[in-house]
């Protein structure tokens, strides 16, 4: 199956590339579900990832995200990560597009993520929306130096829209690729979860990498390669392009 796949993955043109927290899950960044734990068991993520839920409790909201924002400052690009970036140079036609916010994707050297969720390095206003260069990453919630409103993370939170550009570029991608591979997402926020599918209706090869394939979809068209994307991406890699071109 994994040598299938790679054989696709080197005659492809357009490959387009969808990833979610369990391609973060190596770097020990907990899964979008799990970070439920601990501290925060009592909470559930629509009462905090939520406009709502930020202005009824600002400093929770802020401390939340405060906190996932140290845990991805420590945690470092996995092999699956780096897999990706080289993968971008490999391939003619390459997008990344990512659920993810927490930018280690570029930190692997991925020079053009799509960031479909946006990115939990940037903060913008509340009030004003206009992005913070630079902020008091502090336990309060600080304010924005032009409106003086309230900053909050700059991530789609539920109910809000995706950034159009970045949604539309991903939809494009979809819709023109050969294959598409769909990592370490359980595949049920919208729109991200339809991207595999626009894929699939025009033909193309969907292969699904995760650790297991319970709620995916199956089909003549779709592939699943079990197991830790660390693990199967570089191995996936290195069985399409044995010798890679010298860069
Ligand atoms: P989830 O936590 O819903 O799903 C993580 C997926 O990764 C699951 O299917 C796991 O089986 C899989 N997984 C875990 N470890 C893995 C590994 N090492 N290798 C491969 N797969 C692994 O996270 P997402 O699907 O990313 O949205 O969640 C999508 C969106 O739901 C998030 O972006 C967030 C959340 O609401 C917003 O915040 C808007």
């Known amino acids: 199956m994994l040598a299938e796949v790679a054989g696709a ?14 391609v973060s899950a190596e770097s020990g960044i907990p899964t979008f579900r799990d970070t ?12 905090l990832a939520t406009p709502r839920g930020f ?15 140290l845990a991805v400052a420590d945690a470092r690009p996995n092999a699956g990560h780096q897999a990706l970036a080289a993968m971008e140079r490999l391939v003619p036609g390459f997008t990344l597009i990512t659920q993810n916010v927490d930018g280690l994707h570029a930190r692997a050297g991925s020079r053009d993520v799509v960031e479909l969720h946006g990115n939990i390095g940037r903060v913008k ?40 550009r970045a949604l539309e570029r991903a939809q494009q991608a979809a819709a023109g690729c050969d294959v598409v591979l769909s990592i370490g997402t ?12 626009i ?33 199967i991406l570089p191995r996936l890699v290195a069985a399409a392009w044995p010798e890679p071109p010298s860069v």
């Open 186 to 197: 359980s595949n049920v926020v919208e729109p991200a979860a339809s991207l595999p599918w």
């Open 125 to 164: 206003c509340f009030a004003c929306n206009r992005v913070a260069e630079t902020f008091e990453d502090t336990d309060a919630v600080p304010r924005c130096r032009a409106c003086g409103g309230m900053l909050r993370p700059d991530v789609v939170w539920f109910g809000e829209l995706l950034p159009p």
């Open 36 to 47: 439920m734990t601990g501290l925060w068991a009592d909470y559930r993520p629509e009462d």
């Open 9 to 22: 993955l080197r005659s492809a043109g357009q490959v387009a590339v969808l990833t979610g927290a369990g």
């Open 55 to 69: 202005r009824r409790n600002p400093d929770l909201v802020w401390s939340w995200y405060r906190m996932r924002r």
């Open 199 to 231: 894929a699939a209706r025009r033909g193309a090869l969907v292969v699904v990498i995760n650790m297991t394939d319970e709620g995916q979809q199956t089909g003549d068209r779709i592939r699943h390669l079990m197991g830790p994307s660390g693990e």
